[in-house]
DNA sequence: GTCTATAGAACGATAGAC
DNA sequence: GTCTATCGTTCTATAGAC
């Protein structure tokens, strides 16, 4: 096993501050620092502070959006027509899990969604839309009276409940574990998700 | 009529572009310009940004406080047990919202909750909490079987999708409107809050 | 209360030696 | 690929004139 090479060490300690500070609450010199590198080793590795966010994101979602994905075939090889409460586990539940670069990944995403900086937009790939365009057929074969827009802002609603609870669990003095915040979760979007469309 | 004064165009200023912008990405040269006052004056009037953003976010905070108040003594008129979709409604009606400052009052919560900067946390006050623990109390009496910890999940699971919806109808190129999004969240909390308990 | 001026520190980026 | 050194910018905060 090669050395982890100061690339990845460069990543590691981004994903790291970046979950921790935010984007701009994060300098250049707090992440080499962290990783033991030199101040110009980010400029050489990446470009720019913004091209490696760039990067900390596509390496953070990839294990996320794969798990969504092999968790909707699954489903799919049993039944044409999957119910809604295993929908909303096969795409909240990856939210929750511990991912292999660690614990942080979830924390990130919402600093990264939640943050009004310009940088943060715009580093989602086809990959992440295809996964999210399935789902979103999927759910509305379950929910057949419910309106295209509904139904979106239903699946925003998945990814803030998944998203504040962790943010929530790192500023809490009593965090729940994450097993216990997965079951409450999925409980209480499933139900949500399977109320019947607003009528208007 | 006085003239609104230096410290409330401040005031405003700055609740407009800590909102768009987030704390660290607003200078208080940016306010100062656009409130059309001196550099200074936020010195002056205010001691520091982080007293700046102490003093805005409580004014914003304060009409929703008073409204989810106000909506629970309404209900509790009524009846001792009010049901659960009433209570959401009460709670998460006030977030959807246009209060008098304007319609960026929830879109700045949001960028202050779910910012990981310290200066953001700490601002919260006594009357905060005591909304909140009122609330607490009336959902454990119509959620009996609901554990503490899980019914303080939930209770987070509707802020997430109340701040998570004005931070996307900010950023989506189809924004809904205020009252679909008002209408549609309740509908799905709602029905999140009714879940009976998760099965341990 | 409002202004000018500036101190003092941090930042992102990069040139150029090795 | 890694390092030192530094440029140019931007920031908060404040001293002191009016």
Redesign the interface.
């Known amino acids: 096993m090669a050395s982890p090479g100061t690339r990845t060490q460069i990543l590691d300690a981004a994903e790291q501050l970046f979950?921790?500070?935010?984007f701009?609450?994060t300098s250049i010199r707090a992440i080499t620092n962290l990783a033991g590198a030199n101040l110009a080793a980010v400029g050489y590795h990446f470009g720019s502070k913004a091209e490696l966010l760039a990067a900390v994101a596509r390496r953070a979602i990839e294990p996320i959006n794969a798990a969504q994905s092999a968790g909707l075939d699954r489903l799919l090889a049993e039944t044409a027509d999957p119910p809604v409460a295993d929908l909303v586990e096969a795409f909240a539940g990856p939210l929750f899990d511990e991912m292999p670069g660690g614990a942080r990944t979830s924390r990130l995403i919402?600093?990264i969604?939640?943050?009004?900086?310009e940088e943060m937009?715009g580093w989602t790939g086809p990959a992440e839309d295809a996964v999210r365009d399935r789902y979103f057929a999927a759910f509305r074969r379950a929910l057949p009276g419910l309106s295209e827009?509904?139904l979106g802002?239903?699946l925003?609603?998945i990814?803030?409940?998944a998203?504040?609870?962790r943010?929530?669990a790192d500023?809490t003095r009593s965090p729940?574990t994450g097993e216990?915040?997965r079951?409450?979760?999925?409980?209480?979007?499933?139900?949500?998700m399977?109320?019947?469309?607003?009528r208007?």
Chains 1, 2 share one sequence.
């Open positions: 979950a921790e500070r935010g701009r609450g919402v600093t969604l939640s943050d009004p900086a937009r827009r509904e802002f239903r925003r609603g990814l803030a409940v998203a504040v609870d943010v929530d500023n729940v216990a915040a079951h409450w979760a999925i409980t209480f979007l499933a139900a949500a399977s109320a019947p469309p607003t208007t």
